[in-house]
C-alpha cells in the first residue's frame, strides 16, 4: 500500500516516527511530508532513513521531475495519514486552508484521510476544534484517538495520541486488503479453562490462546464481527473484537450456546478441560505427605454444540501426542464437525506459547492439509478455507 504520512509539529512527533517504522516494516511504500514546526522537534533525515524515501517540506519542495509531487503523491497514494495531527493543522484541513506543504497535498488528496490528533485536553475540547472535528467526521475523515491520559503538560485528561501497537491495529482494521467476511459473525473460543480444586489451586494445562486470538484477530480484520469467548490468558483483546472472559469448562459451554445460534461460524481454538474435580474443596487444602482427588468428566462442548448446528460451519481443535490424523479423523466424525485442526504436541511441550505451530487440517469432505508456519499465516490459511465455504 502506498501511504503519503504527513507530520505536523508537536512533541508526539517521536511516536510518529515509530508509526513509519512500523508501517514500513509491514510492508508498506511510505513517503513524509513535514510542516516547518514539525523539523524542529525531529529532523527529517530521521525519515527518509526510515523510508528511504525524500521527506518533503516547506524548505525542501519538489524541485525537477517532482515539481508536481504536491499533487502527485496525495493523488497516487492509497492514504494520507496526518499524525500527530495538532489543533491547528486540524482546523486548517476543515476550513480548507492551504498554507504549507502539508495542507496543500491534504487538499490535492483523492483518497482517505486519516487525522491522529495529539494535544493538550482544553485545546481538544475546545468547541471551535470540536466544530471543526465534525465537519470532517461528516466527509468521511477517519479518526484514530485521541486517547485519554497523561499529557506533555503534565495535566490529565483526552488530546494524548494513541500508542504505535494501537494505530496499527486500527490502520489494519480500516485497510485491511481482504474484507470477505463483511456481514458474517464469528464466534471463537480460546486459551485454557480451569477448574478449581480449592480456593487457591485449579486444573489446567499449557494453552497460550494464542491461536484463537490469532483467528478472532484476523477474522475483525477481514470483516467479521467476531466475539471471543475466551480463558484466563494475559493476552490483549483484538481491536473490535467482543471478548467474554469465562474460567470453567462449564462457563464457556454456556456462553456458546448462547451465541451460537447466531452466528455463521464457530472456531472451537481453546483448549478445554477434559476434566474436573468431582466435589471442590471450600478451604484451602493444607500442606500433607499425598492426597487423592477424585476426576469425573466436562460436559463435551463440541457433541453438545454439535446438536444445535443448523447451517453453521463448526471447527473443532485437537492437540495429541500421537497417532495424530486417526485420533482427528475419528473426532471430526464423532462429533460432526465440518472441519478439524489437529496440533502435534511435542515432548518439549511445542506448539503451546509459541508463535508457530504444526497442524493437519481435515475436512468432513475428505480434504487434507499438513501446514508447519507462524500461528498467525495458518489462522489466515483456515480462514481462507472458511471463505470459500460461505
Same mark, same amino acid.
Given at each position: 500500500m502506498k501511504i503519503l504520512f504527513g507530520v505536523s509539529g508537536g512533541i508526539s512527533v517521536y511516536k510518529a516516527a515509530n508509526f513509519v517504522s512500523s508501517l514500513v516494516k509491514e510492508?508498506?511504500?511510505v513517503n513524509v511530508v513535514m510542516t516547518e514546526n514539525a523539523t524542529k522537534f525531529v529532523s527529517p533525515l530521521t525519515f527518509e532513513a526510515l523510508t528511504k524515501n525524500n521527506c518533503y517540506t516547506d524548505t525542501n519542495m519538489p524541485v525537477g521531475k517532482e515539481s508536481l509531487a504536491h499533487i502527485i503523491l496525495p493523488q497516487n497514494s492509497d492514504v494520507f495519514v496526518v499524525c500527530p495531527a495538532t489543533a491547528n493543522t486540524i482546523s486548517k484541513i476543515a476550513l480548507g486552508i492551504a498554507d504549507n506543504l502539508l495542507t496543500t497535498m491534504a487538499m490535492a488528496r483523492n483518497c482517505p484521510l486519516v487525522l491522529v490528533p495529539a494535544m493538550n485536553n482544553?485545546?481538544?475540547?475546545?468547541? !471551535?476544534?470540536?466544530?471543526?472535528?465534525?465537519?470532517?467526521? @461528516?466527509?468521511?475523515v477517519i479518526f484514530f484517538g485521541p486517547t485519554y491520559g497523561r499529557l506533555a503538560c503534565e495535566s490529565t485528561g483526552p488530546g494524548r495520541m494513541i500508542e504505535t501497537h494501537e494505530f496499527l491495529e486500527m490502520f489494519n482494521y480500516y485497510f485491511y486488503p481482504k474484507k470477505?467476511?463483511?456481514g458474517k459473525k464469528i464466534l471463537v473460543t480460546a486459551g485454557p479453562t480451569r477448574e478449581p480444586i480449592d480456593p487457591v489451586r485449579y486444573i489446567s494445562n499449557r494453552s497460550s490462546g494464542k491461536m484463537g486470538y490469532f483467528l478472532a484477530q484476523i477474522a475483525s480484520l477481514r470483516g467479521a464481527q467476531v466475539k471471543l469467548i475466551s480463558g484466563p490468558t494475559s493476552l490483549?483483546?483484538?481491536y473490535m473484537v467482543e471478548r467474554i472472559?469465562?474460567?470453567?469448562?462449564? =462457563?464457556?459451554?454456556?456462553?456458546?450456546? =448462547?451465541?451460537?445460534?447466531?452466528?455463521?461460524i464457530l472456531i472451537m481454538a481453546a483448549a478445554v478441560s477434559d476434566f474436573k474435580v468431582s466435589e471442590q474443596f471450600m478451604n484451602k487444602i493444607k500442606k500433607k505427605d499425598s492426597f487423592e482427588i477424585k476426576l469425573t468428566s466436562n460436559p463435551d462442548i463440541?457433541?453438545?454444540?454439535?446438536?444445535?448446528?443448523?447451517?453453521?460451519?463448526?471447527?473443532?481443535?485437537?492437540?495429541?501426542?500421537?497417532?495424530?490424523?486417526?485420533y482427528a479423523k475419528k473426532k471430526l466424525e464423532e462429533?460432526?464437525?465440518?472441519?478439524?485442526?489437529?496440533?502435534?504436541?511435542?515432548? @518439549?511441550?511445542?506448539p503451546f506459547?509459541?508463535?508457530?505451530?504444526?497442524?493437519?487440517?481435515?475436512?468432513?469432505?475428505?480434504?487434507?492439509?499438513?501446514?508447519? !508456519?507462524t500461528k498467525k499465516d495458518i489462522a489466515n490459511f483456515i480462514l481462507d478455507i472458511l471463505s470459500k465455504k460461505l
Amino acid at each position: 500500500m502506498k501511504i503519503l504520512f504527513g507530520v505536523s509539529g508537536g512533541i508526539s512527533v517521536y511516536k510518529a516516527a515509530n508509526f513509519v517504522s512500523s508501517l514500513v516494516k509491514e510492508g508498506h511504500e511510505v513517503n513524509v511530508v513535514m510542516t516547518e514546526n514539525a523539523t524542529k522537534f525531529v529532523s527529517p533525515l530521521t525519515f527518509e532513513a526510515l523510508t528511504k524515501n525524500n521527506c518533503y517540506t516547506d524548505t525542501n519542495m519538489p524541485v525537477g521531475k517532482e515539481s508536481l509531487a504536491h499533487i502527485i503523491l496525495p493523488q497516487n497514494s492509497d492514504v494520507f495519514v496526518v499524525c500527530p495531527a495538532t489543533a491547528n493543522t486540524i482546523s486548517k484541513i476543515a476550513l480548507g486552508i492551504a498554507d504549507n506543504l502539508l495542507t496543500t497535498m491534504a487538499m490535492a488528496r483523492n483518497c482517505p484521510l486519516v487525522l491522529v490528533p495529539a494535544m493538550n485536553n482544553v485545546m481538544w475540547q475546545n468547541p !471551535s476544534l470540536q466544530d471543526n472535528v465534525k465537519k470532517l467526521l @461528516s466527509q468521511n475523515v477517519i479518526f484514530f484517538g485521541p486517547t485519554y491520559g497523561r499529557l506533555a503538560c503534565e495535566s490529565t485528561g483526552p488530546g494524548r495520541m494513541i500508542e504505535t501497537h494501537e494505530f496499527l491495529e486500527m490502520f489494519n482494521y480500516y485497510f485491511y486488503p481482504k474484507k470477505d467476511f463483511l456481514g458474517k459473525k464469528i464466534l471463537v473460543t480460546a486459551g485454557p479453562t480451569r477448574e478449581p480444586i480449592d480456593p487457591v489451586r485449579y486444573i489446567s494445562n499449557r494453552s497460550s490462546g494464542k491461536m484463537g486470538y490469532f483467528l478472532a484477530q484476523i477474522a475483525s480484520l477481514r470483516g467479521a464481527q467476531v466475539k471471543l469467548i475466551s480463558g484466563p490468558t494475559s493476552l490483549d483483546t483484538p481491536y473490535m473484537v467482543e471478548r467474554i472472559n469465562v474460567e470453567t469448562s462449564e =462457563e464457556m459451554l454456556r456462553c456458546v450456546r =448462547e451465541n451460537f445460534e447466531t452466528c455463521d461460524i464457530l472456531i472451537m481454538a481453546a483448549a478445554v478441560s477434559d476434566f474436573k474435580v468431582s466435589e471442590q474443596f471450600m478451604n484451602k487444602i493444607k500442606k500433607k505427605d499425598s492426597f487423592e482427588i477424585k476426576l469425573t468428566s466436562n460436559p463435551d462442548i463440541l457433541k453438545e454444540i454439535s446438536k444445535l448446528k443448523k447451517n453453521q460451519l463448526v471447527v473443532g481443535f485437537a492437540a495429541e501426542t500421537e497417532n495424530l490424523n486417526i485420533y482427528a479423523k475419528k473426532k471430526l466424525e464423532e462429533k460432526g464437525l465440518d472441519y478439524i485442526v489437529a496440533n502435534k504436541i511435542h515432548n @518439549s511441550g511445542f506448539p503451546f506459547g509459541s508463535e508457530d505451530n504444526e497442524v493437519l487440517i481435515l475436512s468432513a469432505e475428505g480434504d487434507f492439509f499438513e501446514l508447519s !508456519s507462524t500461528k498467525k499465516d495458518i489462522a489466515n490459511f483456515i480462514l481462507d478455507i472458511l471463505s470459500k465455504k460461505l
